[in-house]
């Protein structure tokens, strides 16, 4: 089950992706990780997506990440008049807490902390954004607004508020339940929707409590404006593409999306960018050649996944859609200008013994052509250091803790191999050796780079490298 690229891919279970012979299906296409979209599942599929993806892991022996996704507060007009009025553009609407059914003079919002924080000049967007209007007038309780953009309204459709940063905390109560449940299960990543500030990636942190890694889905301005406090208490970061199109000028998404992606790398949190990537394989089974150069931009750019959501949660041809997209991240990788881009983008080492060990076994593996490097890591900290510098050899992460290996496979080129913990100093070489050239990775007489930390099992503590060959008959590892 060896990849035969670096760049991840995330794969979003659903109707058309329920099954196990169809979730196997998608791991074998090139899916690395399953995203559960939480808007969508209730705990009974949680339990059944979750058991099923640890059968498949245990039958393939191969580490398998779980990604739950929270839903986050849902801002949502109330209902309309006739289920649905058409608001003409440059007419005045007042809205309000009177939960009387919407009409073309009156909406309804039931959220009265956006009243607390509507200014005059800002703005309401609704659907998506496919109706604009311009508040004009607000208090405690009301706000009339213009229309700017006006349309067909229909019950309940989504608002968003993209001025401010709003009174309402990251984790609703549906959140709360449906995190809970979520760890029970041991699924490997939270991803946090509506992050606006640290504070709300806090408080998910003392929740978890190490149980899972936390990703945050920045799809918010105010978000991008405390962006490195944000990826300083998260675990990864997620480009969440859709809601950013819709809160900030949609020429604007992708410097959004390369300063995001960049900021995660130089803080060696992996990034996943999302949304619409091959949105027109829900319906047929070809992407459109902008979309492949949309997925192509972000290998480009080093993200360390990308993800589909619709489109293998429940479109037509959700194995497809897997393997075109590592069809096209195998084709750009292979790209004569990729590695330049990649080595552009590189970030200084932090001034630690582990960061330095780390780099400097990249250039070993450069300099002296290694088939692989083999790093040693229970924690998962080594594994992360060396995926954020991106060699232009293969990466083995060797690790004793399974949820390790799960948690590392959405990291950038990580090939994770759950193992006992080395004995010893020469059991540490030999076994990296043997699970190389049992992987597919290094030949006989091959060279790979060893990272790891003594005194060994020692967390984050990586302060050796050694340069190992690999033996003409490697004897056979099954552990």
Known sequence: ??????VKILATLGPASRDAATIRRLFEAGADVFRINMSHTDHAALSHYVSTIREIENE????????????????????????????????????DLDPAPGNA??????????FAVLKPGGQLLIDDGRLRLRVESVNGESATARVEFGGRLTDRKGVNVPDVVLPIAALSTKDRADL?????????????????????????????????????KIEKPAALDRLAEITELSDALMVARGDLGVELPIEQVPGRQKQITRAGRAAGKPVVVATQMLESMITSPLPTRAEVSDVATAVFDGADAVMLSAESASGKYPVE??????????????????????????????????????????QVAQTIRAAAIVCWTGSGSTGIRASRERPGVPIIALTPVVRTGRRLALAWGLHCVVTEDAQSFEDMSERACQIAYREGFAAPGQRIVVTAGVPLGTPGATNLLRVAFVGRKPPPYAG
């Open 180 to 216: 809970d449940r979520a760890l029970e299960l041991g699924v490997d990543w939270i991803a946090l929707s509506f992050v606006q500030r640290p504070e709300d990636v806090a408080e998910a942190r003392k929740i978890v409590a190490g149980r899972a890694g936390i990703l945050s």
């Open 105 to 114: 003079q009156h909406l309804y919002l039931p959220h009265k902390e956006i």
């Open 60 to 95: 393939l022996d191969r580490p398998i990440g779980i990604l739950a996704d929270l839903q986050g507060p849902k801002l949502r007009i109330g209902a309309m008049a006739g289920g649905g009025v058409d608001l003409e553009t440059g007419s005045v609407v007042r809205i």
């Open 321 to 362: 859609a897997v393997e075109m997209m590592d069809r096209i991240a195998r084709s750009i990788e292979g790209d004569s200008h990729y590695r330049t881009m990649i080595e552009a983008q590189r970030p200084e080492p932090e001034a630690t013994t582990p960061d330095a060990i780390t780099a400097a076994s990249r």
């Open 1 to 6: 089950m060896r990849r035969r690229r670096n």
